[in-house]
């Protein structure tokens, strides 16, 4: 930090439990991803290398190494999990996985239909070699899952070994635990955060009303991902109260208006 | 390609025919630029230099090269001929193509009225000396064109020489062959198709819901253009059913569910 | 320039009074900023370091001086400056100033209530030593400043030794001078530009459409802030009508169609 306030939260440090910042990769050169660590490396926690993109960006070897060396981890989206099960080439996936040197993977069911049995068998059987991070929600938005199945679902894996869940959004952010004018499902949220704990949930929030919604409910502290990458100082922002958003969030009472 | 899965369309190779990417330059610096040919050149086939930008971009004939080494073609929008045109300096323009070492030209008419005999004697006199591609639509979004003439013209002008017709839609994606809401005119789209012919026609579609919709109505190799710097690679996993809206696209019917 | 056409007007040159563009940058890293600096320096007169970005961006002391290298001033988003004084620290603010070296600095209320005597006592006491540039307008889209106050406010802070005064929309355009469907608040601005006098109003326009408007309501030497790094060079070129929807604009009655 370049000046410290006070009224300012301590932030969490490296490596985090809360207070996750997940980050979209959709294709970013080596220039770029460099340049994304220089500014803000120290505030991300993990880069998802969106769908598929990993199987045709250029210099990927090398870009996991810089976010690595960075402190940061770098994994494949859900999506390139579900490219590989669909064709059933699980094995290939792991050893995928294995050639880009990544300790963390993602199983998710968002574009395929995948009993929920099989899913959560993958997350057990990758949790043995890897951290594991599942997804629930489907991407598209005529596909309605029941509030009590998203939360059975979410601690389901949890159990089976994911160390995370997260909440699905899309980078469009209109669908998952959203309504489709972006605004959140509450109710939805509330229950996942009651009963699923909001410690074990990696929310996707792609737009900044999202972010700040999620922030003044949950705390500085909230599992937030899907964020742009030139939105990772300004997502900083809003957590510590450095943005009109949330400027008088961490304020004792006596300064407060 | 990092990994090859099966069931992954085979696209065309440089200098294509088919399957053209046009991604829309702004203004980017030298620097973004190379960074952008770093991680997604081979997926570009031509460069857009949009509206006025390459008079007031700086390091302009370096970006060129640095665009035509990598295997990119380069051009200058054709509002900028427009320019010319309407100060009476078409020959200026020649010119100004040469002293830059284009070897593409645009002929529009989007942001003036042309007799279009006119603008086929334009197209007819440069094709003579540079590729030309030629655009048909208004940048009024209160001009509408009949269908009827949508395709006349289109077909006139590859008749006079042009090499491919583009359809108009301006960076925003609202006007042209999408109505107002950013939705595809699919009659328009349907008649201009049919009747001018698939390979002869780059459309404008610079959102990714409408770079899904040619995907899936079109095929993998449909000619998009317009595109943004950043979803040059995201637009490569829409074309190859890497992504979520175009999972099952290209697998066998007994994997698609 | 890379190439002059007839009719194009001449811009001020730096350091401007008129016509003056005001970059936010909200979070760049070095090397994107000398990316910027190096595509469109020309056309920048102000770097914003939006709301509290400063404080948490690496390399800030060496940005700074990039920019300033470059002739653009940076200075602090006033949402810093509101943060220093809702904590009782106007004099850690200036200290802050003077450790980053800037000679320019924002007085602001959109996101705290402060007494307009204090406010403009502020801008007095800075004046003194710093170019200042105050800003009228609330960032809460429900908080309603009738027009005769934003007059007021704005003749008061001039005043009391403001250099400019900005008119807020924050970085969504959706506030402010302009209604909640982005569209400009005529009537406000009018009333502003003739009772303020536009050479002393900085507008913030951070949408295309809303750069449009400004452009051809009141010339291409209209003061615009809030600009978003890649639109640095896209606004240039609507300013010198070299885009379509400015493409008439400059150009004597008998080209006009």
Redesign the interface.
């Known amino acids: 930090?370049?000046?410290?306030?006070?009224?300012i939260p301590q932030r969490s440090g490296k490596p985090r439990q809360h207070g996750l910042t997940m980050v979209m990769d959709?294709?970013?050169?080596?220039?770029?991803a460099?340049?994304?660590v220089?500014?803000?490396g120290e505030?991300i926690d993990f880069v998802k290398l969106?769908?598929?993109?990993?199987?045709?960006?250029?210099?990927?070897h090398e870009k996991v190494q810089l976010y690595q060396q960075a402190g940061i981890r770098p994994y494949l989206g859900g999506?390139?999990f579900?490219?590989?099960v669909?064709?059933g080439?699980f094995d290939d996936f792991v050893r995928?996985v294995d050639s880009l040197g990544l300790d963390l993977v993602e199983v998710s069911d968002?574009?395929?239909?995948m009993d929920h049995r099989q899913k959560c068998a993958h997350i057990a059987q990758l949790a043995k070699r890897y951290t594991v991070i599942s997804e629930v929600g489907s991407?598209q938005a005529d596909v309605v899952i029941p509030d009590a199945d998203w939360v059975r679902m979410m601690r389901t894996e949890l159990e089976h070994g994911a160390w995370k869940v997260i909440a699905e959004a899309?980078e469009?952010g209109n669908t998952g635990i959203y309504n489709k004018d972006h605004s959140a499902n509450t109710k939805l949220i509330a229950d996942i955060a009651e009963q699923v704990g909001m410690a074990n949930v990696i929310w996707e929030a792609p737009l900044?009303a999202q972010q700040v919604w999620f922030i003044k409910q949950l705390g500085a502290e909230v599992n937030l991902g899907n964020i742009a990458t030139?939105e990772?100082?300004?997502l900083?922002?809003l957590r510590?109260g450095?943005?009109?958003?949330t400027?008088?969030m961490h304020?004792p009472d006596h300064?407060k208006?």
Chains 1, 2, 3 share one sequence.
């Open positions: 930090m370049n000046y410290t306030l006070p009224f959709k294709g970013l050169s080596l220039t770029e460099a340049s994304m220089e500014a803000s505030h969106g769908f598929g993109t990993s199987l045709i960006t250029n210099k990927l999506t390139l579900e490219l590989f669909v064709r080439m995928f968002g574009s395929m239909r991407k899309r469009s900044k030139n990772v100082v300004p900083e922002t510590l450095l943005r009109g958003d400027f008088f304020l300064l208006q």
